[in-house]
């Protein structure tokens, strides 16, 4: 699997992220949902890019687990084979790495430095 570089733009900055082929379509998305979440906290009032970032990331863990809960309640009802479910696990978590690695270097404007936790 060959990695690839693409650009993207997260709360108004360029970010260029390596993916492969496969999945860059899903990697384009979760960045289209973290950005449209991140500006929704910040026309609800959230001034800084760093804590409207954080409440995007705790409104899409909040759906995740939402989903992770209804995914497990419908158990064996699941029309979704093993396979796939593994499989979209495997992408989640790589999503959510590479949305942590993202959320290390996210800086204001004009003043670049890493979040540190």
């Known amino acids: 699997m060959s990695q690839q ?3 993207v733009s997260i709360a108004g900055q360029k970010i260029t992220l390596a993916t492969s082929a496969e999945h860059e379509p899903l990697l384009r998305a979760a960045c289209v949902l973290v950005d449209e979440q991140i500006q929704l906290a910040i026309s609800g009032g959230n001034r800084s ?3 409207a970032s954080m409440m995007a990331a705790l409104k899409i863990a909040g759906d995740l687990i939402t989903l992770q809960k209804n995914q497990s309640q419908q158990g064996a009802s699941s029309n979704m084979s093993s396979d796939e479910v593994t499989r979209l696990q495997s992408e ?3 999503l959510e790495d590479q949305v942590d690695a993202l959320m290390q270097t996210l800086s204001l404007p004009g003043s670049p430095r890493p979040i540190v936790p």
Request: no cysteine; proline share 0%.
């Open 5 to 7: 570089r693409i650009e």
């Open 49 to 51: 890019i760093e804590r």
């Open 92 to 94: 989640i978590h790589a």
